[in-house]
Every structure is written in structure tokens, then in C-alpha cells.
């Protein structure tokens, strides 16, 4: 159930102060509404809106320079219809980094309206730095060779490590005809070379046979398209020079083989012994 004005959030947020022990009063000193705790101990600023914008969280900004604590109040409508409905986690936490708290208000036909605390002002940010995705990000900037991109832009394909790569890899099978992933590998030193080769993500390359590939069309197009993005690097290509044929061996003359010795001798000795003895 959608609320028509912003005015409906006040009275389920007071009501959810007021349990927690403060005192509630609205539009003080042109602050929607302030909850302070009878003994003074502490005091909270809300400011609501029926969906979070640029100007509730500019007005939440401005109420840090009176107070410590300020929470923004927002509608959590069931139907999920806008954007930002499908985004509060990272609302909750952008309210985190800048020292806001964030609540929700979800509305019932029936039933009273429900309130959601998703973070208390001054609460420390959850997700910090995310190394890996840092580190992929110094990675990709690392192996481009330069900057062939326009920022901003939409609806065009962009030139990435990966593109380079697997121009580099087209380059070579251009020049070279047939290569195996190894040899490709050894020409471009990318040891990612067997797996483009295989997965083939651009279309660029065929295979010929075991362990053979070579370029197709559309991979010349390609380097036509792109040939500044490895001009640079065409430059300093080359292909190895192919191996001299090697002389053959002269081959070496056969020793004569002895003959074998016989047992016919021995039977002859041994007669002979016996002959003689009688």
C-alpha cells in the first residue's frame, strides 16, 4: 500500500520512538521530527520522504552540522515498482559511509505499518575494499596497452586486455598460417593462448586439425578494425627463422663378425685322448 504524502510516515515513526523511551516532536527548527530522551542523553533527527533521492540525503548531510544523529525515513513499498526498491542494501550502505541511519516504512491494508531499522546513525560501513576486485581491476589496467576507449560511452565494443590478447594471437596465425597453442603461445607470451584458441569467444579462430588452428575472415576483418590497438606492438613481431635441414649421418663400416666356435673341435681333442690311451 503506497502512502500519498510523506506527512503519513510521521506517525508510525513516532510511535516507534516513543516505545524506545524519547519525547517526539515535529518540524523543529525545519527538521521533520526530533526524538530526544527525557534525561537529554541523547537526541535523534529524522527526515523523511516517500522515496530516497539526491535531496533527502543532502538534507540528512545538513542536519550533521546540528546533531550527531540523524536517520532518514523512507516508504518500503511491497509492489518493488521503483529502482531504488531493489537496491536498499546499497542505500543502507551509502547512508553507512556518510553517518546516516536508515529506516523503512512498509504500509498493510490491515495491518499496522511495519518499521525497519537497516542502519543506526554512525554505524561503521560493512563491505570495506574488495581486494579481489581490486586486484582484477589493477590487472586489467596493467596489460592494456593503451587507452582506446572513450569514457562514458555506451553501444560500443570495447577494447580490453582480453581484445588485445586475442588480437595479438590473430596477428600471429596472419603471419605465421598454422600454429599449434604452444607455438602461439611462444610468438604472442600469453599463456592464456590454448584457452582462447579453444573457448573462440570472438570467432576468430578455426580449427584445422589436432591441435591446429588458423585465422579465419572475420579475424582479418578484426585486425583491420583494430590495427592500431597492436600497431605498436606489430612493430617489434617476428617470426622465428625456420631450421636449417641437418646433414645426414655418414654411417659407419660394419666389423666383420667372428665366427663361432664350434664343438666339433672339442669332440675331436677328446677322441684323439682316447685313441692314444689305448
Known sequence: MAVNKEEELYSPIKR???KLGFTVKSEVLHCDLVAIKPDGSEAVVVEMKKTFNLALLLQGIERLRINDHVVLAIER?????GAHNQRFSDITELCRMLGLGLMTVTFFKTKTPV???LCEPGEMP???IRRTRQARLLKEFR????DYNVGGSTGRKLVTAYREKALRGAYALQQAGIL?????TALTSNPQSPSMLRSNYYGWFEKVGRGQYQLTPSGAAALTEYAEVIAEWTETFALPPVPEPKAAKVAKASKTPKEPKTKSSKRTKTTKVLLTEN
Open 180 to 184: 599449434s597453442p604452444s607455438q602461439l
Open 143 to 146: 596489460e592494456r596497452s593503451g
Open 115 to 117: 518499521i525497519e531499522m
Open 126 to 128: 560493512k563491505r570495506g
Open 16 to 18: 516507534y520512538y516513543e
Open 77 to 81: 513499498n511491497r509492489k518493488k515498482s
